[in-house]
Every structure is written in structure tokens, then in C-alpha cells.
């Protein structure tokens, strides 16, 4: 029988929420404990989630806690850091939500500190566990679209101040910027397609003139565009979190021999094949976290930490994909593209 991880959950808003009912799907993980700033009641939590967890408002008590195999992060971004690390040091594994900081010199502090500690991590880039990715990576590595030289990823959500999360978002301090928040899903995404090195990034941005949205003092919407080494490939992110209409993820990817549009494929590769073909597979069509896809990416985690391993969307994954939204940020302050080997 395998093994069955116990977790301990940091934070409980609307993505905790998520986390903790996925994990009560879960065969793999047992939630154990909540910590919170927050004067949670174990009775209303056994009422709304049907589960009995310890609850602890004292970080350093908690991480200190034996019993807990997981600590899972879903705080706000500029708590991640310190989290993280403390974490580490207690020898806990960790599942950590997106994005993973607010700067690169805290981004690279947790990592110094998973690698030093030997850290088992599972970063919340859930997207890539839809049956679409993995329909697109099959393809891809089976060579049916020939050799990849553009891809292009677009992330559409209304982002405002209608999510409670916002009160603190609207500020750069908090928010960070509109890729680092909310776009990061997509940028990560392509880069895990692409599976090449980015070189340089150029960042346009600018805002909704809607009143709704002068309460943010960044960028809400931006688009990068990415060069990669050697020169092979270029491609395009753009993060709409300031947009008027429905979600929408779109993901691009052109080969020498064939694309694949979201879910749908052509390839010159194939005889008989003709115009576009619908694959049978799960888009991401929704914002809503209760929709993600969490439940295959923690029982992926559990299986990789039975075997002593890390699964793709570790942390090592996520620094290289934060590294490139980082030098986004900084091209689209200074009107200059930027290389990401500023930024190690």
C-alpha cells in the first residue's frame, strides 16, 4: 500500500480552500493541520471540508510539527519567501502556489535553500497537468510537428477588484506585475512546450482606461516577446488581467511540419490528414481554481516523493520560468530589451 503523506496547509482563502479539497480526493495525502493568522474554529472547518485538522497559529510551531510529511503554501506572494525557507530548514517537502515570490533575490534565497536542505518541491503551475499539455508534449516529442520556431501563449482574465485577493494586488508591492500574478500560467506553459532556453525578452505594457482599474499602479495587461538561444525560436506571452470578457487560454505552437492550435492539430507529417483536427482533451477554460487540475499534479508529487525524485514542476522548473518573468518586468520599466542572464 502506498505511502499516504500527511500535509499541513499555510493559509486557507479561496486557493487554500481549493488545495483542501483536493487533498480530500486525494488517496495519497491526509490533511493534517491548517495554519492561519486567522482564528479558525475546527469545528466549522469539519463542517464545510468533512475533516478534522490541528490548527495552529504559530509558524514556527507548526513547521515544527512531526507529523507533517507536506507544508503547502497558498499565502500571499510576498509571504512565500520566508515561508518557504523556514520550511526547508524543518525538512519539509513542499507544494508552493504561484507565483513563487515578488523579486528574484527572494526567489533565489528559497532556492538556495531547497537545494541546501534537499527539498522535495511541487510548484502550483497546475496547467500543465491538463490532458491537452500532455496530448501537445506527445505530440511535439513524437516529432509530428517537425522543429518548433514559434509558439505564442495568451492569457485572457478580468482580474479586478471583485476577487477579495485584490485588495492587496492592486498594489506592485503586492501584485508584483501582471505576468508575475496571473500570466505566469501561460509564459510557464509555453517555456515547458518549448523546452528551450529563453536568451532575451522585450515587454510592452499598459492599462484598461476603465475607472474600475486605477486603483492598480502597474500594467495590467502586457505582452512579451521571447528570443531564444541559438536563435531557433521566438515567441509571445501576452497577460490580459484587465480585460472585459471571458477567460480564454490560448497556446500557439508552430513547427516546420505542423501546429497544434489548443486543441486542435495539423501535420503534414500524416497522409490523409486534412485541415485541422480536434484532439479529444481537456482545455483550461476557466479561472476558477476549483477547476485546475490540482488533483493529478499532487498525486504526481506523492508518486515522485515515494521514489526520492522531483516531478517537472519543481522548483529548479519554476526559477527558470520566474527568472524570465523577471527580466519581462524589468524590460517593460526600462524600454530595453533584457537578457535573462541578468538575472542568476
Not at 507548526?62 to 523556514?86: G, W
Not at 492539430?265 to 485546475?292: A, C
Not at 519554476?318 to 518586468?329: K, L, N, P, Q, T
Request: proline share 3%.
Amino acid at each position: 500500500m502506498k505511502k499516504k503523506y500527511k500535509v499541513g496547509l499555510v493559509g486557507l482563502g479561496w486557493v487554500g480552500g481549493a488545495h483542501l479539497e483536493t487533498f480530500m480526493k486525494s488517496e495519497r495525502f491526509e490533511p493534517y493541520a491548517i495554519m492561519s493568522t486567522r482564528k479558525l474554529d475546527p469545528k466549522e472547518i469539519e463542517a464545510k471540508y468533512g475533516v478534522v485538522v490541528k490548527i495552529y497559529n504559530d509558524y514556527d510551531a507548526f513547521v515544527a510539527d512531526p507529523e507533517i510529511d507536506v507544508v503547502d503554501i497558498c499565502t500571499p506572494h510576498f509571504l512565500h519567501a520566508e515561508q518557504t525557507i523556514k520550511a526547508a530548514q524543518a525538512g519539509k517537502d513542499l507544494i508552493i502556489e504561484k507565483p513563487l515570490a515578488l523579486n528574484f533575490e527572494d526567489t533565489k534565497r528559497m532556492f538556495d535553500a531547497i537545494k541546501k536542505h534537499n527539498t522535495k518541491t511541487s510548484v502550483c503551475f497546475e496547467v500543465r497537468f491538463t490532458s491537452s499539455v500532455a496530448a501537445s508534449k506527445s505530440i511535439m516529442e513524437k516529432g509530428l510537428i517537425g522543429d518548433l520556431y514559434y509558439a505564442e501563449a495568451d492569457y485572457y482574465h478580468g482580474i479586478g477588484p471583485w476577487y477579495a485577493n485584490q485588495r492587496w494586488e492592486v498594489k506592485k508591492e503586492f501584485g508584483g506585475s501582471s505576468l508575475l500574478r496571473a500570466g505566469c500560467h501561460a509564459l510557464d506553459l509555453l517555456l515547458y512546450l518549448a523546452d528551450q532556453e529563453v536568451e532575451e525578452v522585450f515587454t510592452y505594457g499598459n492599462k484598461n482606461p476603465n475607472k474600475i482599474f486605477e486603483p492598480y499602479d502597474y500594467d495590467t495587461n502586457t505582452v512579451t516577446l521571447l528570443k531564444f538561444k541559438n536563435n531557433k525560436m521566438i515567441g509571445k506571452v501576452s497577460s490580459v488581467t484587465d480585460c472585459r470578457q471571458p477567460y480564454v487560454f490560448n497556446v500557439n505552437l508552430v513547427g516546420s511540419e505542423g501546429s497544434i492550435k489548443n486543441d486542435q492539430f495539423s501535420s503534414k507529417l500524416i497522409d490523409g490528414l486534412k485541415g485541422w483536427n480536434t484532439l479529444d482533451v481537456t482545455l483550461i477554460d476557466s479561472g476558477d481554481v476549483s477547476d485546475h487540475p490540482y488533483l493529478s499534479q499532487f498525486d504526481h508529487f506523492a508518486d515522485c516523493m515515494d521514489n526520492g525524485k522531483d516531478p517537472h514542476n519543481n522548483f529548479a522548473s519554476a526559477y527558470e520560468s520566474h527568472r524570465v518573468i523577471f527580466a519581462a518586468d524589468k524590460s517593460a520599466e526600462t524600454g530595453r530589451p533584457i537578457r535573462i542572464d541578468e538575472f542568476k
